[in-house]
């Protein structure tokens, strides 16, 4: 690319940005100046940075050997502190991007440019994972009309035509067997309604509706969950009890999918200011400290946390895994309930 092209190209950008040329620099925009108006810009310390042969702190490379901030950069994304001309300190993401074989655009960005943006990109993900989510809800609510539910209701209508054909003194018999499938069709609709919103939770609250969840896991999957209820409790809004609910209902689910266990454990804690709410198993587990929270746990997360809640995951390979979570109780919300 040709030198009036490049200047074009920092022109256009609005952080300040450097362009390299071997070690030297070459060309910078106005972002630049402006910034090395305001502030030090030590930009062969900089590059040092980049590069991994010195960190924030230190000046040399030998000085960084036993800093306890010695970790290997990204290049294209590391952090850096300038100093203002007043003596302000201003925090900055650092990127070094390769352009070919002799050029190099040096670019910083203020911290609160690259949070926004880390947010909004983790934010997109977050819709992306929801409409996924709702997406494969979708397949799998098609999947049962179509596998159960139909095929249900279609052996109904040929039984019910075939009565035409039975002999009169048959027909009470045929009559009372036509009945009870019927009756067995009625339950199949109600589980499915039951898997989509539990009427429970509407009618009687959080705890009944969970008792009934513990109660299908191990009809339907053999998953025995230890349940137990400490404090007065009392009813939450309606948004909280849906969040905390589901948020029990995704961790057991992971429980049966990953954990490869068949006991765990529940424990309602209430305080007089919020509820606390224990899942744990003692599974497979998985490294918590290295291992990057799936969306999973994240849409966990931001259940809780739009119910002004808090929510944490401990857990290690061949340990199992210890979900907390914590609501405030809400004004309004007084009443002492039932724990049944």
């Not at 972002?31 to 930009?43: E, F, G, I």
């Not at 969840?213 to 939450?236: A, D, H, N, S, Y």
């Not at 931001?302 to 995951?313: A, D, F, K, N, W």
Request: with cysteine.
């Amino acid at each position: 690319m040709k030198a009036e092209q490049w200047n074009k190209c920092l022109a256009a950008l609005p952080e300040a940005a450097w362009l390299y040329e071997d070690e030297c620099v070459v060309s910078a925009n106005s972002a630049s100046r402006r910034l090395q108006k305001a502030a030090t810009v030590p930009l062969a310390k900089i590059m040092e940075i980049a590069l991994g042969e010195g960190c924030s702190l230190h000046s040399i490379k030998d000085e960084c050997l036993h800093c306890p901030l010695e970790i290997k950069q990204d290049p294209t994304n590391f952090p850096l502190v300038l100093e203002s001309k007043r003596g302000k300190l201003l925090r900055f993401r650092g990127s070094l991007t390769r352009l070919d074989e002799s050029h190099r655009l040096l670019r910083l960005f203020p911290s609160e440019w690259a949070e926004k943006n880390e947010e909004l990109v983790m934010n997109q993900l977050l819709i992306e994972y929801v409409n996924q989510a709702h997406e494969k809800e979708r397949r799998s609510l098609a999947r049962e009309l179509h596998d159960g539910l139909a095929q249900s209701i279609y052996s109904l209508m040929l039984e019910v035509r075939g009565l035409k054909w039975v002999a009169a003194e048959e027909l009470p018999a045929g009559l009372e067997k036509t009945d009870q499938h019927f009756v067995e069709v009625l339950k199949e609709v109600k589980e499915l309604v039951t898997e989509l919103r539990p009427r429970v939770l509407d009618d009687g609250g959080l705890l009944p509706a969970v008792a009934v969840l513990l109660k299908q896991l191990k009809e339907r999957t053999m998953l025995t969950v230890t349940q137990t209820i400490t404090g007065t409790p009392f009813k939450l809004s309606a948004a909280a009890e849906t969040a905390i609910y589901r948020v029990i209902q995704e961790a057991l689910n992971n429980i049966l999918r990953h954990a490869a266990v068949q006991t765990a454990t529940l424990a309602f804690h209430f305080e007089k200011n919020r509820l606390e709410v224990l899942i744990q198993d003692h599974g497979k587990g998985f490294d918590s400290e290295r291992e990057p929270s799936g969306f999973g746990l994240k849409n966990m997360e931001e259940r809780i946390q739009s119910v002004h809640g808090i929510l944490s995951v401990q857990s290690a390979r061949g340990k199992g895994t210890r979900i907390l979570l914590e609501v405030p109780r809400q004004k309004g919300e007084s009443h002492a309930i039932d724990a049944q």
